[in-house]
């Protein structure tokens, strides 16, 4: 955690793989996701309610996310065996605890009546957790990776922020140890494969890790973890011209979204009727702001 390093805050926008694709995918969206307070039609409040909306698959991901942090943690302190059956009790109370807590898209839209969490949100977690843990790569940390769990990154606070190109990017990993001489990244998945999309992301991820340790890509290992249905990896290795690629790709996508602004530097947005709908219909039917485009 100590080579990582901090910035002072500036109001300029940041890229990142996710803000990107939203960009690409629907401006109005990237306008209520990160402009709400600029809206003239409706209220910043009522907009961040609908951001906070959450839903089946994305609470699934968000809890494994946290569960696996708590494995990882608990690995740094001690490697004693889980105890499998106060372990899937731990899993269930805090699948509870996560979805009570939230507000979700199927049952806000009306796509649902009700949501059994214990038989809708809680298997998949559990598979998911199980599947991990149940893999030779679980096997590999305690054995190679352990001993220096002192130097472990597990979800850093804040958002990854760093440089590529002299730009604000953020490229937040889940999971950093260093093995050997080499980094090893790992991000977990609980949803399809995309290669081209998750291939992009571990670039980021790539260039995060050699800005702030100073290392070169081809020591960095990122490693793509796909938990569900069940346990399988991608390793996809990068040399200086891939991230020399990927710098200029994140400076040609950030320059796209500085078009959107009125004030680079103040992050200011065009009015909203500059971040037109999209085309692709598709989209609105998983969108949490669904109801600002398509009033009753």
Not at 72 to 100: G, V
Not at 102 to 127: A, G, M, S
Not at 268 to 287: A, G, M, W
Request: aromatic residues 16%; charged residues 25%.
């Amino acid at each position: 955690m100590d080579k990582i390093k901090k910035f002072e805050f500036t109001s300029i926008l940041g890229w990142s793989s996710s803000r990107y694709d939203l960009f690409t995918s629907c401006k109005r969206k990237y306008f209520y996701n990160y402009y709400a307070k600029f809206d003239e039609d409706f209220t910043k409040a009522h907009i961040d309610a609908l951001k906070r909306l959450t839903s089946i698959p994305l609470e699934i991901g968000n809890i494994v996310h946290d569960v696996n942090k708590v494995i990882l943690e608990r690995l740094q302190k001690t490697a004693r065996p889980i105890d499998p059956a106060r372990f899937q009790q731990y899993i269930l109370n805090t699948t509870m605890e996560y979805c009570h807590a939230k507000t979700f898209q199927e049952i806000y839209y009306q796509k649902l009546n009700q949501i059994n969490f214990e038989n809708d949100v809680f298997p998949k977690v559990n598979l998911a957790l199980n599947n991990f843990l149940q893999n030779q790569r679980f096997n590999w940390l305690l054995s190679d990776a352990l001993p220096a769990s002192d130097q472990w990154v597990v979800e850093p606070g804040g958002f990854g922020e760093t440089r590529i190109n002299n730009l604000k990017a953020y490229c937040k990993v889940d999971f950093l140890f260093p093995v050997g001489d080499e980094l090893f990244i790992i991000d977990w998945k609980t949803g399809k494969a995309h290669t081209e999309k998750h291939k992009k992301q571990m670039l980021g991820y790539t260039s995060w890790a050699s800005y702030h340790y100073g290392i070169p890509a081809e020591k960095i290992v990122p490693i793509v973890v796909y938990l569900l249905p069940d346990y399988q990896e991608t390793s996809i290795r990068f040399n200086q011209t891939d991230i020399e690629h990927f710098n200029q790709q994140v400076k040609d996508e950030t320059v796209q979204m500085y078009e959107y602004c009125t004030n680079v530097n103040e992050n200011v947005p065009r009015i909203k009727s500059d971040f037109p709908l999209t085309e692709q219909k598709i989209f609105c039917n998983y969108c949490s702001y669904k109801e600002l485009c398509f009033p009753d």
